[in-house]
């Protein structure tokens, strides 16, 4: 199961990324935005995707991962199991979100 951890040392291979906190607790952001962060909980990730139709394909694909509350209806931001998500793939949303908080030239520099 990844942890919190994990979450940072995905993030520690991301450009310009830093540990902070929102809603009292812990977020990665890139310079001033934030894109996922810990719930309350402490076993979901709350992860910004790119619109609400990837927020609900991802829910389609694997409703035991991935899903939402009623307090996200709205929002790009899907909750994620720790328990249920395999390392690759939250290693592939954690990049995604930051390609979507990221400024543009910030993305572009690290495509190359």
Do not use: N, Q
Not at 8 to 22: F, N, Q
Not at 57 to 84: E, N, W
């Amino acid at each position: 199961m990844p942890t919190w951890e994990d979450v940072l040392a995905i993030g520690a291979t991301l450009p310009e990324v830093v540990e902070s906190s929102w809603f009292r607790t812990p977020c990665l952001r890139v310079r001033k935005t934030s894109f996922c962060r810990m719930k309350e909980d402490g076993e979901t990730l709350v992860v910004r995707v790119v619109d609400e139709e990837d927020k609900v394909a991802l829910m389609r694909m694997d409703p035991d991962v991935f899903f939402t509350t009623p307090h996200y209806d709205g929002y790009a931001y899907i909750l994620v199991r720790l328990s249920r998500v395999d390392l690759a793939r939250l290693r592939e949303l954690l990049e995604d979100a930051w390609r979507v908080s990221a400024p543009k030239r910030l993305v572009a520099a690290h495509d190359g």
